[in-house]
């Protein structure tokens, strides 16, 4: 498994490098953002570790660019600020998760398993379907209308766990054991925020609308 680390203070790069290294991931380093999102571009990674404060373009930059041009890779944003709106930030720019800085190292050997899990999954040949919403898990695609609709990784595998468990109420903490396959404190409104961006791209242009929130409950997919 290739990961590209893009961190311009040599001592958490070599830290994260080495780190993985001896868990042996292939790893490539870059110091700024620039030369980061070219090498992201260039290459076929199957993670991106992404530091929010980067020389020469910023990581939030950088990863809407990459995103741009390459919608299913995965997007891990280091930030050494915490503060929530930094985060959502980082989310909103196409990350699919984000550690804070300083972080302990089985922290960030989680979360990468967790993001790269999906995309060595055995293959399935199922088709989840809900109204005229189609998810296909052997294709990584989902369409509504026969519309096709880009999602992020993490946004993927949020649905994919709402149409599983359809009709069903899911509450934030299932989707963080489930989805976010971690206890860490991930901060619930982080979940409200992936719910809004799948709103955004699944119902927002489409009618029936298919997820309700059950205020102090959680979430439910279904077709009312
Ligand atoms: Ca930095």
């Known amino acids: 498994m290739k990961i590209l680390v893009v961190e311009d203070e040599p001592k958490v790069s070599s830290f994260i490098k080495k780190g993985l290294e001896e868990q042996a991931y292939e790893v490539d380093v870059a110091y700024d953002g620039f030369y980061g999102k070219k090498l992201a571009l260039e290459n076929d990674y199957d993670l991106i570790i992404l530091d929010v404060i980067l ?101 993927f595998s949020l649905l994919h766990y709402l149409m599983r468990n359809k009709e069903r109420v899911v509450s934030r903490v299932d989707i963080i054991e ?32 298919l997820i309700h929130t059950l205020v102090g409950m959680g979430y439910v997919l279904k077709e009312v």
Do not use: H
């Open 178 to 209: 489930q989805v976010w396959e971690t206890s860490f404190d991930t901060g619930s409104n982080v979940i409200d925020v992936y719910i809004n961006f799948l709103r955004k791209k699944i119902d927002k242009d489409f009618s029936p609308k």
């Open 55 to 155: 020389p020469r373009q910023s990581g939030l930059e950088v990863c809407r660019q990459i995103r741009a041009q390459k919608p299913s890779v995965s997007i891990l944003m280091l930030t050494a600020l915490g503060s929530t709106d930094d985060k959502i930030l980082g989310l909103d720019s196409g990350a699919d998760d984000y550690l804070v800085k300083p972080f302990v190292f089985q922290e960030l050997l989680a979360r990468i398993r967790a993001l790269t899990r999906r995309a060595y999954e055995a293959p399935n040949n199922e088709i989840l379907k809900m109204a005229d919403l189609e998810l296909n898990l052997t294709k990584k695609t989902v369409s509504r209308s026969n519309t096709p609709i880009n999602l992020t990784a993490r946004e």
